[in-house]
């Protein structure tokens, strides 16, 4: 099993950027896929959720209208398209699967989401 994030880097406030969560090893659709997020001395938490199975997703309050959460079932890659960028985004963002049903993990949030996590890719805003 594999998740692979990519896209992260530098951004001006106000600015986007578009991250990738690569999976490989498992059934995609049978998994939830949650992005995360941890900055500095902080702990780990929910960013977005999608249902591979059916298409619904999540969003924190923090991060709603600005960030899109989406899934390539072809490609078995979801995407995370993160607008108005605010220096408070930056951290590094994880991606992780989760063995539908996967709701009460999602809303139970780290550590009890996640059966397999990715590397981590960091954001990093300006301001």
């Known amino acids: 099993v594999q998740l692979v994030e990519s896209g992260g880097g530098l951004v001006q406030a106000g600015g986007s950027l578009r991250l990738s969560c690569a999976a490989s090893g498992f059934t995609f659709n049978d998994y939830a896929i949650g992005w995360f997020r941890q900055a500095p001395g902080k702990e780990r938490e929910r960013v977005s959720y999608i249902n591979n199975r059916d298409g619904s997703t999540r969003y924190v309050d923090s991060v709603k209208d600005r960030f899109t959460i989406s899934s390539d079932n072809a490609k078995n890659t979801i995407y995370l398209q993160m607008n108005s960028l605010k220096p408070e985004d930056t951290a590094v963002y994880y991606c992780?699967?989760?063995?539908?049903?996967?709701?009460?993990?999602w809303g139970a949030g780290y550590p009890y989401f996640g059966d397999y996590w990715g590397q981590g890719t960091q954001v990093t805003v300006s301001s």
């Open positions: 992780a699967a989760h063995l539908l049903p996967a709701d009460p993990y």
